[in-house]
């Protein structure tokens, strides 16, 4: 299925939320929940691209039907204008072609693919992987390069070879190197999408095609006023907004974790999604109350007591 949003140089959209999943509070997948955040998300929060079933979607601790129903709920809701990428990352390479079928046949827009985690695969392996997941569909890939949690970089010669692949389309990019991520830009046409929130600003300059976000649960439509005016040629207000929305970046990213702090800041604002799964565990009081100043900081409106 063809990406409602996307574009020549931005093919999964600009504005992408890597969505959680929200759960009942016995621990059950709260599907009526998942319709209302993906709703939210594009409606409210002006995403035009949503992860779903990526890390911070708690990928892995939600079985294999429960994300192809997470991701027919999420289509249903927004993807007549939203972007849907289906997660379909994991360190066993047939189990991931697996998910990756299972997101083509549900109607996923596109798909994000981890490098293989704690596996530490040689690059021989790594082009291999990825080239095996994007061989598997039809769908456009993008690759998610996150040594900080996998363990090992997808080194520039590996991403050019990728980047030939002609359904390998786009990097989401953890590792933080502005300047090897330009060089890949400039000797490619991989679309780079900002996956650090600490730096969208930054990865914009460089040229990045948009930001796959975790703060975008609260601040989505700060951040997509933000790209829309660096790319107008408004750097200075660009820069308020970076400066405005950094202690909500700080509240979430720099605790407890994107999965679990993005999770009590939609409760504050009024958008309930439940508990975490383990290992993952709540966040303690005293997170919440940093977190609460945190998003007041950064202008979020609470809705919560």
């Keep these: 299925m063809a990406s409602p949003t996307g574009t020549t140089d931005a093919p999964f959209g600009r504005m992408l939320t890597a969505m959680v999943t929200p759960f009942t509070p016995d621990g059950a997948v709260d599907y009526d929940a998942v319709r ?43 993807g007549d204008r939203a972007t849907v990428v289906a997660g379909a990352g994991t ?47 039809g769908l456009p890939v ?5 040594p900080g949690r996998s363990g090992v970089p997808i080194k520039i010669e590996t991403l050019i070879r990728l980047a030939q692949h002609e359904r390998i389309v786009a990097v ?6 502005l300047f090897l991520g330009g060089q890949v830009m400039a000797m490619t046409d991989l679309a780079f999408y900002s996956g650090d929130d600490l730096l ?43 400066r405005q929305v950094a ?16 999770k009590a800041a939609l409760g504050m604002v009024g ?3 439940g508990p975490v799964r383990l290992p993952l565990v709540a966040a303690t009081e005293k997170q919440i109350a940093e977190l609460r100043a945190c998003l007041v900081a950064g202008g979020v409106k609470l809705t919560d007591a």
């Design 142 to 146: 993008m690759l998610y390069d996150i």
């Design 247 to 262: 202690p909500v970046v700080e509240g979430i990213m720099m605790s407890a974790g994107g999965a679990i702090m993005a």
């Design 172 to 177: 989401k990019d953890a590792k933080g190197d």
């Design 271 to 273: 958008v309930p999604v």
């Design 91 to 137: 360190n066993d390479t047939h189990h991931s072609i697996s998910l990756a079928k299972a997101a083509a046949r549900a109607g996923a827009h596109g798909l994000l693919v981890v490098t293989p985690y704690y596996s530490k695969p040689p690059q021989e392996g790594l082009y291999q992987h990825f080239a095996a997941v994007a061989d598997a569909t």
């Design 36 to 78: 209302r955040l993906a709703t939210y998300l594009v409606d409210e929060q002006r995403n035009d691209g949503l992860i779903v079933s990526g890390t911070t979607g708690e990928s892995p601790t939600t079985s294999d039907d429960e994300k192809e129903r997470i991701l027919r709920t999420v289509l249903e809701a927004v």
């Design 200 to 242: 969208n600003l930054p990865w914009l300059s460089v040229g990045a095609a948009g930001f796959v976000s975790v703060v975008g649960h609260v601040v989505g439509a700060d951040l997509a006023r933000m790209i829309d005016l660096y790319r107008n040629g408004d750097v200075v207000q660009a820069l308020a907004v970076h």
